[in-house]
Structure formats: structure tokens, C-alpha cells
């Protein structure tokens, strides 16, 4: 069974950097996009960032896009999020998520049919 596995979560101060990774594994297993969804505590959770494989394009929500970078491997099935100027406002679990099936909702979650556990991301002022 394929597991998404999230890791480089942490506590940082204001204005620092993270970069969060996440691995498949438990194939056989291939993607059509990855990305990473966030959610605060009291709220839903939402999107991120997204990598579509075919020609390498990403998608930033406007609350992180200058800020974040999404990045990976298609052929290993894994997905970076670098996360600069982190703001106080960043903190939240933050999930990995792959679409196997070439779903066109790559901002919403039923575009993806697998799933991490989250990485918790705490930024302090």
C-alpha cells in the first residue's frame, strides 16, 4: 500500500526557513502531480503549492507565492516545499498529497488520492 511520508517540520522564529520533504513508498506507484496543503488549528485545511510533472509546472496559493518553493523528482515520487520568511501565520500541520489518476483540481483536495500524516510547522514571532 502506498504511504506518503513527511518530514523537516519544526519550531523557527519569524523570517526564518524550512524545507519540508515528503517520499512515497510501499509501491508500485506513479504521480501525476504532488503538492502540499496546510491546515491552522480551528481551520480547514487548504492549498499550498502544487508540481504537475508533465512540463514541471507549479502553483502557489497567494498567501505563500514569492515565499515558498515546490520542487521534486518524478521518478522517486517525492516533493520539497522550501519555505522562506516564514511569518507566524505559516504555523500549521502541513500535508503531502499525490494525484495517481491526472486529476485538473490540483488547488482542491479531491484532486488527490493519497495522503501524509503532516509535519507540524510552529513559527514564533
Known amino acids: 500500500q502506498v504511504q506518503l511520508a513527511e518530514s523537516g517540520g519544526g519550531l523557527v522564529q519569524a523570517g526564518d526557513s524550512l524545507r519540508l520533504s515528503c517520499a512515497a513508498s510501499?509501491?508500485?506507484?506513479?504521480?501525476?502531480?504532488m503538492a502540499w496543503f496546510r491546515q491552522a488549528p480551528g481551520k480547514l485545511r487548504e492549498f499550498v503549492a502544487t508540481?504537475?510533472?508533465?512540463?514541471?509546472?507549479?502553483y502557489y496559493a497567494d498567501s505563500v507565492k514569492g515565499r515558498f518553493t515546490i520542487s521534486g523528482d518524478s521518478a522517486k515520487n517525492t516533493v520539497y516545499l522550501l519555505m522562506n520568511s516564514l511569518k507566524p501565520e505559516d504555523t500549521a500541520i502541513y500535508y503531502c498529497?499525490?494525484?495517481?489518476?491526472?486529476?485538473?483540481?490540483?488547488?482542491?483536495?479531491?484532486?488527490?488520492?493519497?495522503w501524509g500524516q503532516g509535519t507540524q510547522v510552529t513559527v514564533s514571532s
Open positions: 508540481i504537475n510533472w508533465s512540463g514541471d509546472n507549479t
Open positions: 510501499g509501491g508500485p506507484f506513479s504521480s501525476h502531480a
Open positions: 498529497a499525490a494525484d495517481s489518476y491526472g486529476s485538473s483540481w490540483y488547488s482542491l483536495e479531491p484532486g488527490y488520492d493519497y
